[in-house]
T-cell receptor
Framework: AQKVTQAQTEISVVEKEDVTLDCVYETRDTTYYLFWYKQPPSGELVFLIRRNSFDEQNEISGRYSWNFQKSTSSFNFTITASQVVDSAVYFCALSEARSNYQLIWGAGTKLIIKP | DVKVTQSSRYLVKRTGEKVFLECVQDMDHENMFWYRQDPGLGLRLIYFSYDVKMKEKGDIPEGYSVSREKKERFSLILESASTNQTSMYLC??????????????FGEGSWLTVV
């Protein structure tokens, strides 16, 4: 069974639109960590955010915001006023004790921002 | 900033060649990783290391070996390259911290083509 599900394979929006990338996870651990990474066409995976299971506060960083909801096992990522430079593949990942804190990756969502 | 440097960005090797992919990190991280990434298959862990001279198999270790003689350096070795090892290889490092988990930082990636 998928432990990290990114149901949106590809999303295409026009620049300046807001877009939300979904991530649903599954774990039995009470302590776990969730991550988002960005992979632009150049290939490097860039760490964006980490959230631990004890902290359900939403986070905002510039045009980026993250909504963590334990009740629905979701950790969604919203880009406000999208820009062409946001075009990338975005990965959600889970780290849990029973997996020795190795990252369990979602399949990724390819985001295309059209000018 | 964490810096993970991979020695080669693009390589073309012949079938049967021995291939070395080198990776260096400058943050004194204990953990280092080698992943490969293929379209449709996502990120797959090849090997990881928690300490100098220590290595653990990941999900797809067959056909690969690793070496960690110094804390900052982690090498991936393809003993006899085959065409099915054509892929992008990503090196990463991390430091596990209580309440912060195991945030993994990646290098730029090495695109290997075996002909």
């Amino acid at each position: 069974a998928q432990k990290v599900t990114q149901a949106q394979t590809e999303i295409s929006v026009v620049e300046k639109e807001d877009v939300t990338l979904d991530c649903v996870y599954e774990t039995r651990d009470t302590t776990y960590y969730l991550f988002w990474y960005k992979q632009p066409p150049s290939g490097e995976l860039v760490f964006l955010i980490r959230r631990n299971s004890f902290d359900e506060q939403n986070e905002i960083s510039g045009r980026y915001s993250w909504n963590f909801q334990k009740s629905t096992s979701s950790f969604n990522f919203t880009i406000t006023a999208s820009q062409v430079v946001d075009s990338a593949v975005y990965f959600c990942a889970l780290s849990e004790a029973r997996s020795n804190y190795q990252l369990i990756w979602g399949a990724g969502t390819k985001l295309i921002i059209k000018p | 900033d964490v810096k993970v440097t991979q020695s080669s960005r693009y390589l073309v090797k012949r079938t049967g060649e021995k291939v070395f992919l080198e990776c260096v990190q400058d943050m004194d991280h204990e953990n280092m990783f080698w992943y490969r990434q293929d379209p449709g298959l996502g990120l797959r862990l090849i090997y990881f290391s928690y300490d100098v001279k220590m290595k653990e198999k990941g999900d797809i270790p067959e056909g690969y070996s690793v070496s960690r003689e110094k804390k900052e350096r982690f090498s991936l070795i393809l003993e006899s390259a085959s065409t099915n090892q054509t892929s992008m290889y990503l090196c990463a490092s991390s430091l596990f911290q209580q309440y912060q988990g195991n945030t993994i930082y990646f290098g730029e990636g090495s695109w290997l083509t075996v002909v």
